[in-house]
């Protein structure tokens, strides 16, 4: 007597190279492969940005070539603070700094012989192995920092001030904290 339910058995048997690509249920792979995908560029767009320091401004901190990530989730949750080492956007996205910050919004700031003053307070900066006797302003009267700004500078200070890029980060340029 014949059954009328199919057996099991009579499947077509699936070759290891089709389970390997694509599993046993195609529509599945497929889901899962976009969730996948979902989630990596999710990822990347709103929590963290992988870069590559180029150049030595942030020695000894981070070094040239080294690869780190910046964690945009981090800026979202939390506001910046002195110490904080930010990637800040100069002309386009692909372009940034990674630069430390010094002074916050509000503040009076000055920098006399390689010495930083906050509100004419000197600041203990204990990540610099050398400082250069640099002067900021020039004219040696406080900068105020405006609100939404930030001073910000390399953590290499034994490099020459005319090969330093620094100086007044708006907020909005600033991407997120680099991860150490």
Do not use: C
């Amino acid at each position: 007597m014949a059954s009328d339910s199919p057996n099991p058995n009579d499947r077509p048997k699936a070759s290891w190279l089709q389970i390997f690509l694509i599993g046993r249920n195609p529509k599945v792979t497929a889901i899962r492969l976009l969730v996948t995908a979902g989630l990596v560029v999710g990822y990347f767009r709103w929590m963290a940005l992988p870069i590559q320091v180029t150049g030595i401004s942030m020695e000894p901190t981070y070094h040239d070539g080294q690869r780190t990530s910046v964690s945009r989730l981090s800026l979202r949750l939390h506001p910046p603070v002195r110490g904080d080492v930010m990637a800040i956007r100069t002309t386009g996205f692909h372009n940034l700094l990674l630069k430390r910050i010094i002074a916050l919004p509000g503040e009076r700031v000055h920098i006399r012989r390689g010495q930083v003053f906050i509100n004419g307070e000197p600041l203990d900066e204990p990540y610099l192995i050398k400082k250069a006797p640099w002067n900021w302003p020039r004219d040696l009267e406080d900068e105020l920092i405006g609100p939404d700004e930030f001073l910000v500078i390399g953590d290499n200070r034994g490099m020459p001030q005319d090969r330093h890029e620094f100086g007044i980060a708006k907020r909005e340029r600033l991407v997120g904290r680099a991860n150490r």
